[in-house]
């Protein structure tokens, strides 16, 4: 068994025009305050890590794990989850998934798609040059608008979907491959990964690519109404990233887990700060040690209520309570002696 990291945190949610969450060095300096030890880079923002550079210079490499490190922290993963998503996007998607890319891109989808393959690659060795061994990603999506089976869905469009959302993946994994570094999906509704079965056709087109892996969160899962304790049973293997976040699912007589078009505030399924929704994390830290998860406990921020200062206030001690120190002992090794075959053989009856 292996003890979990953290509390580590994940920047995204709280960059801002203001000080201190403008500058790598102003939210270094606020995580740290209270009581974080690692952080999640959003690569997107580029004041807090420029990606061009991290995949081209050592010594940029160097002096930004520096910076970090000067506040007593580590980086935990780099992520690339908005320029995942544009892997693979759905045509019915792509005027609502522009604004994720860069302003010559826009309105030319083919395009847009081999920059995103190739800053996949670029982050993967950014994520070399900063030793890590793990990265934060989304897989796209090329069959979500087909999620519910009506219209009647064509025999075949699934496989070939998997197969197309293999085809651009594949390029990419051999490069993290190549980086010694895992691709971890977060398995989250709106991609085509977005529970087991999703993630297991994926890996099988993939040809059980070693480098497929997944991100752990929850708070997915309570929203579709999926067993996310039992998830850790049957996918332990495969889980090497874990955002911390919490969630609830309360339908009435009017609303269920399609929501109603309606805004997070009134959605049945929602996104809560952490302790304020109905996630059990006493367990699932449980497993996760039990099974020797190595990972990171980052708390993710997406709250419809409580503002993400007071989120973030009290995130590093929620996650610290449910850290255990995994045992390297067993509770009643007093009790027993060494092993003396003579011995067992007379308890059995054994000549």
Known sequence: MKTIKGPGIFLAQFVDKAPPYNSLEGLCKWVSDLGYQGVQLPTWETFIIDLEQASESQTYCDDLKGIVQSYGLEITELSTHLQGQLVAVHPAYDLMFDHFAPEHLKNNPKARTQWAIETMKKAATASRRLGLKVHATFSGALLWHTFHPWPQRPDGLVDLGFKELAKRWLPILNHFDQEGVDVCYEIHPGEDLHDGVTFERFLKETGNHQRVNILYDPSHFVLQQLDYLTYIDYYHEFIKSFHVKDSEFNPTGKKGAFGGYGDWIDRAGRYRSLGDGQIDFKTIFSKL???????????????????????????????????????QKTFDDFAGGKTDQELLHKMLSID
């Open 289 to 327: 040690t039990q099974y020797g998860c190595d990972v990171w406990a980052v708390m993710e921020w997406e709250c419809c209520i409580k503002s993400p200062q007071q989120g973030a206030r009290e995130g590093a001690p929620f996650i610290q309570k449910h850290i255990i120190e995994a045992t």
